[in-house]
């Protein structure tokens, strides 16, 4: 599918975010996390990320009790195949332990900085 017609797909999304979007996005916006700029919705390919770190090269996808391991295992797969690492979390962990999640992405980014090698 095309960027242009993807676009107002994600535009739709962000005003209808998730519980769990809502809670990480005031933390991942205005460059709030480790400096970093993330945005929200983010096309990557035939895909909508739910955050996404251009810079970095860093997707965050949010899942819910509708999503499969199984089912996202090729949407990983193509999101990944555009350069992108992809951190997934669930919803519940999400709202419930905001803090392990917002660390999770902090090393990520430490990784993504080094070149994708773990310190």
């Not at 107002?8 to 700029?37: E, F, S, Y």
């Not at 035939?46 to 997707?59: E, S």
């Not at 996202?72 to 803090?99: K, M, Q």
Request: glycine share 8%.
């Amino acid at each position: 599918m095309k960027l242009k017609l993807l676009t107002p797909t994600a535009r739709k999304l962000r005003r209808q975010c998730t519980d769990a979007g809502a809670r990480l996005w005031p933390h991942l916006r205005a460059r709030q996390l480790d400096g970093v700029k993330f945005t929200r919705q983010f096309v990557i390919g035939a895909h909508i990320a739910d955050f996404a770190a251009r810079d970095l090269h860093v997707a965050i996808e949010l899942d819910g009790g509708q999503h499969d391991p199984a089912t996202e295992a090729p949407r990983t797969r193509l999101i990944e195949a555009h350069g992108y690492r992809i951190l997934r979390f669930w919803n519940h962990d999400v709202l419930g332990n905001s803090e392990g999640v917002l660390e999770a992405i902090r090393q990520e980014i430490t990784i993504a900085r080094n070149g994708g090698e773990q310190t």
